[in-house]
C-alpha cells in the first residue's frame, strides 16, 4: 500500500500563493500516476489537478487551469501543487492521491481513477 503525506496548506490573501507538497511512500513512485483532489464543505470532490507517471503528461480542470501547476520530482518521491493567484472558491481541503493502474491519460481527472488518498491538507483564501 502507498503512504501519502500532504502538507503546505495556509490562510492565505485573494492573489496570494501557495506550494502543497505530497511525500510518497511504500511503493514505486514513479509506477503512479497522481493527482490533487480538492473537497469543500457542503460541495462536491473535484480532481483539479493530474499527471502522468513521469510527468510529461498534465490535465486541469477548467477552474484552476492557468493558475495551477502540478508537478513530480520521481527522485524524491514528491508531488507538488504550485497554487498562484488564489481565490476564496479556491478555500478547500485539498488531497493528494495516486493511482495503482494505467488506463487512459484522458480519464486522470475522473475521480474514480484514484485508489489511495492522503489525510488532506487545508488551504483558507480570504478577500
Known amino acids: 500500500q502507498v503512504q501519502l503525506v500532504e502538507s503546505g496548506g495556509d490562510s492565505v490573501q485573494a492573489g496570494g500563493s501557495l506550494r502543497l507538497s505530497c511525500a510518497a511512500s511504500?511503493?514505486?513512485?514513479?509506477?503512479?500516476?497522481m493527482g490533487w483532489i480538492c473537497q469543500a464543505p457542503g460541495k462536491e470532490r473535484e480532481v483539479i489537478a493530474a499527471?502522468?507517471?513521469?510527468?510529461?503528461?498534465?490535465d486541469y480542470s477548467g477552474s484552476v487551469k492557468g493558475r495551477f501547476t502540478i508537478s513530480r520530482d520521481n527522485a524524491e518521491n514528491s508531488l507538488y501543487l504550485q497554487m498562484d493567484d488564489l481565490k476564496p472558491e479556491d478555500t478547500a481541503m485539498y488531497y493528494c492521491?495516486?493511482?495503482?493502474?494505467?488506463?487512459?491519460?484522458?480519464?486522470?481527472?475522473?475521480?474514480?481513477?484514484?485508489?489511495?488518498w492522503g489525510q488532506g491538507t487545508q488551504v483558507t483564501v480570504s478577500s
Open positions: 492521491a495516486a493511482s495503482l493502474w494505467g488506463g487512459r491519460l484522458s480519464q486522470m481527472l475522473q475521480l474514480s481513477y484514484y485508489n489511495t
Open positions: 511504500g511503493y514505486s513512485f514513479s509506477s503512479l500516476r
Open positions: 499527471i502522468s507517471n513521469g510527468g510529461s503528461v498534465t
